[in-house]
């Protein structure tokens, strides 16, 4: 592993030192590990300054995701990559509050060198559904109008908790026996080994269009959110759950993974640490009780946190700061 990030540095070296020559760049922004590797390798004493995207723990999230040994040589190298790409970048952008804190001290460097972006997504695209809408993509996905509907849209893996999604459909569909679970996913086999027999019987799994996703998310009621917690996904904001709260969506699932804060006080993000049973009744006591104005909240907190709006916002942020490290 170590030979190939060297014979990749290398290659990448050539192309980076010619794109910024090519392109008159002002900044070099690589994203995550490897390519920042590559511009290490060019020499970054001959490039434009650095912005540098971590864009979560990516050393760390081999080891728990990936089953890379953390005390192997592959990981010091990785490590090495990290500390190196945030000492001599004039600005370092990550996700989450945590994540800057953490690399912070790993490299020794000052705070206030990172910036947190958010993962924006285009509100024209996800929106909520006037009611023609909704009815229409409940009518093509055999769904009635009145059942509530539970989407989550996603991968399909351990970390995915298809356990808990599972467990939450089954505990709303205890209380509204009309209830559905809608998985849009391009890995539609193994989503249904995911969720067991049990579930199955209310799920509609489509592998989705990219195009088709926001209708499909607008028609639902609320989406599921759950994340396995470790030390790397604090460092992660998971893209769904913008597009949820875009949409309209109330959300159940794990708080501590993301930027769910300001969903949880405005009280349509509820945490998994309540159970199965405490969200359905949430779901529908709360949620269906008022989802128009639910969703009106849901669509706010979602164009303040999480809209491209927000993002440029943010990029503009640590652009005005990397020009002020480096005097522009």
């Known amino acids: 592993a170590c030979l190939t990030f060297l014979w990749g540095s290398e290659v990448g070296a050539r192309d980076v030192r010619k794109a910024a020559r090519d392109f008159a760049s002002d900044l070099i922004m690589p994203r995550s590990l490897i390519p920042v590797l590559a511009v290490l390798a060019a020499g970054p004493a001959r490039l434009p300054p650095i912005l540098f995207d971590a864009d979560g723990l990516a050393a760390d999230e081999k080891v728990e995701f990936a089953g890379l040994n953390p005390r192997g040589p592959a990981y010091r190298v990785l490590r090495w990559i990290e500390?190196?790409?945030?000492?001599?970048s004039a600005q370092v952008l990550v996700r989450t509050e945590v994540a800057a804190d953490i690399l912070a001290a790993r490299a020794g460097v000052e705070r206030d060198r990172f910036t947190i972006v958010a993962n924006g997504r285009d509100p024209e695209l996800f929106h909520p559904a006037d009611p023609a809408q909704r009815a229409a993509t409940r009518a093509e996905l055999g769904i009635a109008p009145d059942a509530p509907l539970l989407?989550?849209?996603?991968?399909?893996?351990?970390?995915?908790?298809?356990?808990?999604?599972?467990?939450?459909?089954?505990?709303?569909?205890?209380r509204r026996p009309d209830a559905r679970l809608l998985i849009l996913t391009g890995e539609p086999d193994a989503a249904r080994s995911a969720l067991g027999v049990k579930a199955l019987g209310m799920t509609i799994i489509r592998k989705a269009a990219s195009a088709e996703v926001p209708a499909s998310l607008a028609a639902a009621d609320a989406g599921l959110a759950f994340r396995a917690t470790s030390f790397s996904t604090q460092a992660i904001a998971p893209i769904k759950l913008g597009?949820?709260?875009?949409?309209?969506?109330?959300?159940?699932?794990?708080?501590?993974?993301?930027?769910?804060?300001?969903?949880?006080?405005?009280?349509?993000?509820?945490?998994?640490?309540v159970g199965p049973d405490r969200a359905a009744i949430w779901l529908s006591e709360t949620v269906l009780a008022d989802r128009t104005g639910l969703a009106q909240r849901a669509r706010t907190v979602g164009l303040e946190r999480f809209s491209l709006a927000r993002s440029v916002q943010d990029y503009l942020t640590a652009l005005t700061a990397a020009c002020g490290r480096i005097a522009c």
């Open 83 to 88: 500390r190196a790409a945030i000492c001599r």
């Open 243 to 273: 597009e949820y709260l875009l949409c309209g969506l109330p959300v159940i699932g794990t708080a501590a993974v993301g930027d769910a804060a300001v969903a949880v006080k405005e009280g349509v993000f509820l945490d998994e640490a």
């Open 151 to 174: 989407v989550y849209a996603g991968s399909v893996g351990p970390q995915y908790r298809f356990d808990l999604i599972a467990q939450t459909a089954l505990a709303v569909r205890a």
